[in-house]
T-cell receptor, first 114, second 111 residues
Framework: DAGITQSPRHKVTETGTPVTLRCHQT?????MYWYRQDPGHGLRLIHY???????DKGEVSDGYSVSRSKTEDFLLTLESATSSQTSVYFCAISDWTGSGNTIYFGEGSWLTVV | DQQVKQNSPSLSVQEGRISILNCDYT??????FLWYKKYPAEGPTFLISISSIKDKNEDGRFTVFLNKSAKHLSLHIVPSQPGDSAVYFCAARTSGSRLTFGEGTQLTVNP
């Protein structure tokens, strides 16, 4: 298993509160990603990072911000949680070098906004 | 604008038979394609991939076929086993190291 740890794994929060999800990797991979999974939509990219302090938006970035101050940590923040952000969030990492290129996913963080 | 589409939300096959999962894409700039498998309450795991310069890649029971002219990708599982029951996602990569995923297909293999 790729060395990816997501925290918290489960969270219930109220509408309007800020929430931060953390992704920690031990693989020293350059690229880190945050995806959300929703029925009928598959996995959609929220934000990604291609290095420390280098981040970019994905296809569903509205309402989310990210930070990467260290290679190993990638934080996803919901500034003011809404019910539409109830979802399963997956962190992923990659270095895209060599053969067998792929990205590796964490186990997910289940977020419920009530 | 869904650039990667899996038009079958579900597929049911008998154990021992072939499972064929399909994926269509619209962006001709995709240079690399992957399949992931996902069990409930777990993260997706990588299954097999193919570069756009190839038309077939095989790994044990799993074979991926790429038809660039049709912008179509398929995953064949032979023989199918009950443990293959999962959601399968196809994904495509453009430059910049971003993956775009399809909606997923739930495969059920019946004993």
């Amino acid at each position: 298993d790729a060395g990816i740890t997501q925290s918290p794994r489960h969270k219930v929060t109220e509408t309007g509160t800020p929430v931060t999800l953390r992704c920690h990797q031990t693989e020293n991979h350059r690229y880190m990603y945050w995806y959300r999974q929703d029925p009928g939509h598959g996995l959609r990219l929220i934000h990604y990072s291609y290095g420390v302090k280098d981040t970019d938006k994905g296809e569903v970035s509205d309402g989310y911000s990210v930070s990467r101050s260290k290679t190993e940590d990638f934080l996803l923040t919901l500034e003011s949680a809404t019910s539409s952000q109830t979802s399963v969030y997956f962190c992923a990492i990659s270095d895209w070098t060599g053969s067998g290129n792929t990205i590796y996913f964490g186990e997910g963080s289940w977020l419920t906004v009530v | 604008d869904q650039q990667v589409k899996q038009n079958s939300p579900s597929l049911s096959v008998q154990e021992g038979r072939i499972s064929i999962l399909n994926c269509d894409y619209t962006n001709s700039m995709f240079d690399y394609f992957l399949w992931y498998k996902k069990y409930p309450a777990e993260g997706p795991t990588f299954l097999i991939s193919i570069s756009s310069i190839k038309d077939k890649n095989e790994d044990g029971r799993f074979t991926v076929f790429l038809n660039k002219s049709a912008k179509h990708l398929s995953l064949h599982i032979v023989p199918s086993q009950p443990g293959d029951s999962a959601v399968y996602f196809c994904a495509a990569r453009t430059s910049g190291s971003r993956l775009t995923f399809g909606e997923g297909t739930q495969l059920t293999v019946n004993p």
